[in-house]
Nanobody, 123 residues
């Protein structure tokens, strides 16, 4: 079982940047596809970005394309989400998730989840 711990959230002004990290422990996660999801108050958890096991292929929700970048560092067993040009509507709890299947926008495909980190963007 992989344990995932997110960090890097916080309060930022609109237009600012944050970098989220997701550290994995328990076993190597080098074969896992990894994803970031977010859940805003009163809304369902939604796909943000995903990366395949090698880091060569990335996928983004339309709402973050061009502003967010997902990456991974196998040497550190960590996945990152670099967020730029943040908007108030990016405010949410951000979750890291892993799957041994291919990267997916489908939340049900992921079987390992972190507890989330809060991102608040002030307008």
């Amino acid at each position: 079982q992989v344990r995932l711990v997110e960090s890097g959230g916080g309060l930022v002004q609109a237009g600012g940047s944050l970098r989220l990290s997701c550290a994995a422990s328990g076993r190597t996660f080098n074969s896992d596809a990894m994803g970031w999801f977010r859940q805003a108050p009163g809304k369902e958890r939604a796909f943000v970005a995903a990366v395949n096991w090698s880091g060569d292929n990335t996928y983004y929700a339309d709402s973050v394309k061009g502003r967010f970048t997902i990456s991974r560092d196998h040497t550190k067993n960590t996945v990152y989400l670099q967020m730029k040009s943040l908007k108030h509507e990016d405010t949410a709890v951000y979750y890291c998730a892993g799957t041994l299947w291919r990267p997916s926008t489908n939340i049900k495909q992921y079987d390992n989840w972190g507890k989330g980190t809060q991102v608040t963007v002030s307008s």
